[in-house]
């Protein structure tokens, strides 16, 4: 494939190239542009709220729509997409954010109700530029496998960890419970997590 | 998701104007407390309240300081804010010492995650978990006619108290704070009033379609617990097909108002049998003034079970509920 014009091309572009191509197709006919004013129309009135947020230590002033979910925002606004959507309805923790250091599904709670609050997400936790202690030894102990649930089990382990920094094995699964991993790669996220506490915390 | 409106009151009277005003506009109102489990149904179209689909306004009673935390009442009791969070209900110390199992209760709901946004006003009044009624039949729950678990698949339903709807109701907390005689604080348009348990919940042969007597534009504040002496010991068991993360095939609530090693007075209420939190009363009287023996425990888990009216694929949750009933006295007990 070292051939490949497309060689360079991320999915994410590759799919958002796409989008735009089959938007061009469609505004060639009358009807299609009369369905776009329709749908201009339709996202003008969605009703929607100016708040303050902060995310990652910074504070911004962003305009939601009020049925929008916190990961939505976080994914689709402000391209924070280090937070996954997973089933998106509160059952496999994929969302898994920190709100005022609490752990919490970002997809069951609206962008809405976090005027005010403060969100840290999986991109909040590096430490000048470098990988945290957490993250290092899941790394190092193979705790992601497939990946898409590392970034919730790292933010219920980093609020763990800053509660209480040296917990039994049985504290890591039970604040790890609301964090579904379907390679069931347990053991090894437990294990990543115990070796974080020696290594000097979260 | 559908659109809506999100309103922040910053009071109860607030949050009921604008309930009634939208309301009486023809709109669709449905308060949110954390909101964890609303906003499930309102992505899959569920109609929270039934029959009215997806809800116009959504409000959001965050910002309510008077629902929020736990505050010491003038009787000895507690009055716990409609708007606390399961985690705060758990790790408050008026709330385990005096009573341990609401405490218990708490900490047993879903994950960290959903008890740090879940509130105990809304873990009581959330609609109920039958699959039918969550994948979108149309049954009384939603606004229909009929109940499809009667003829269908109803190994999770209940065995108490069920028809012409069997689901069962879905609160870990409710039990536990049935077992303590709370009071239900709630306000709306025409005021606010104070239920007994038996009072605010319902049973299916009286409103098939709601699970307790809240009208749409009343929101439960606060939940009062009368004073328990230091002699009342408790605790909550819940049983689940999986070690977490799910809600009780059973659960049981049980306080001891002990003297030495007598039982002056017992409250048995179970969770997940019944569509509402269900109070044992022959199973609680044969505790009263007796000294509590394995063998009595064991005639108080027969006597609770007494009345079962199983569904075809529910039979065994009444030797379940049975011995449930027996080892949560005997743990208590101590």
């Known amino acids: ?202 | 998701m559908k659109t809506f409106t999100n309103r922040n009151p910053e009071s109860v009277g607030h949050a009921v104007s604008i309930a009634r005003d939208a309301i009486g506009g023809g709109r669709s109102v449905v308060f949110a407390g954390g909101g964890t489990d609303l906003l499930q149904l309102v992505k899959e179209r569920i109609p929270n309240r039934p029959g009215s689909g997806a809800p116009d306004v959504i409000i959001n009673l965050k910002g309510i300081a008077e629902m929020n935390g736990v505050s010491r009442r003038n009787d000895g009791g507690l009055a716990i804010g409609g708007l606390t969070s399961l985690s705060a209900v758990s790790a408050n110390t008026d709330v385990s010492a005096r009573y341990n199992a609401v405490a218990e209760a708490a900490v047993s709901v879903a994950t960290l995650q959903m008890r740090n946004v879940g509130t105990i006003a809304g873990n009581v009044c959330q609609r109920p978990w039958c699959w039918y009624y969550r994948n979108g039949f149309d049954c009384f729950k939603a606004g229909g006619n009929q109940c499809y678990s009667v003829s269908g698949e109803n190994q999770l339903h209940a065995i108490f108290g069920g028809g012409p709807s069997f689901i069962v109701h879905p609160s870990d907390v409710a039990p536990a704070l049935v077992a303590f005689d709370a009071i239900f604080r709630v306000a709306g348009s025409n005021g606010e009033r104070r239920l007994s348990a038996d009072e605010f919940f319902v049973l299916p042969r009286d409103d098939a379609r709601h699970e307790n007597v809240l009208a749409d534009d009343e929101v439960l504040v606060s939940i009062e617990l009368p004073a328990a002496s230091g002699n009342v010991r408790s605790g909550f068991r819940k049983l689940m097909d999986r070690a977490t993360w799910t809600h009780a095939v059973g659960s049981a609530a049980v306080a001891l108002d002990m003297d030495g090693d007598t039982c002056r007075s017992a409250s048995i209420v179970l969770g997940g049998v019944a569509p509402i939190p269900w109070r044992v009363e022959a199973a609680e009287q044969m505790l009263a003034g007796q000294t509590i023996t394995a063998e009595l425990a064991e005639a108080v888990g027969r006597a609770a079970v007494e009345g079962a009216q199983p569904l075809a694929k529910n039979r065994y949750k009444v030797p379940m509920t049975q011995r449930l009933v027996e080892r949560t006295v005997l743990a208590v007990a101590g």
């Open chain 1, 1 to 202: 494939m070292k051939d490949s014009t497309n060689g360079d091309l991320s999915r994410r572009e590759f799919i958002g190239g796409t989008g735009a191509a089959i938007v061009a197709v469609n505004a060639t006919t009358a009807t299609a542009q009369d369905r776009d004013a329709a749908e201009a129309r339709a996202i003008a009135e969605v009703p929607r709220t100016r708040i303050e947020i902060t995310v990652n230590g910074q504070r911004q002033s962003v305009d939601v729509e009020d049925r929008w979910t916190l990961v939505e925002l976080l994914r689709d606004h402000l391209g924070l997409t280090g937070t996954r959507i997973g089933c998106n309805r509160g059952e496999c923790g994929a969302c898994t954010v920190l709100i005022d250091d609490e752990p919490a599904y970002a997809c069951s709670t609206l962008a809405v109700w976090a005027d005010g609050r403060s969100i840290r997400t999986v991109e909040g936790v590096e430490r000048d530029g470098k990988v945290s202690t957490l993250q290092q030894a899941f790394i190092e102990h193979n705790a992601p496998q497939c990946g898409f649930c590392t970034s919730g089990q790292l933010m219920s382990a980093t609020a763990l960890l800053e509660r209480n920094p040296s917990p039994t094995a049985q504290e890591i699964r039970e604040a790890l419970s609301g964090n579904l991993c379907r390679c069931s790669n347990y053991n090894a996220i437990v294990e990543a997590v115990q070796a974080a506490v020696k290594m000097g915390g979260a």
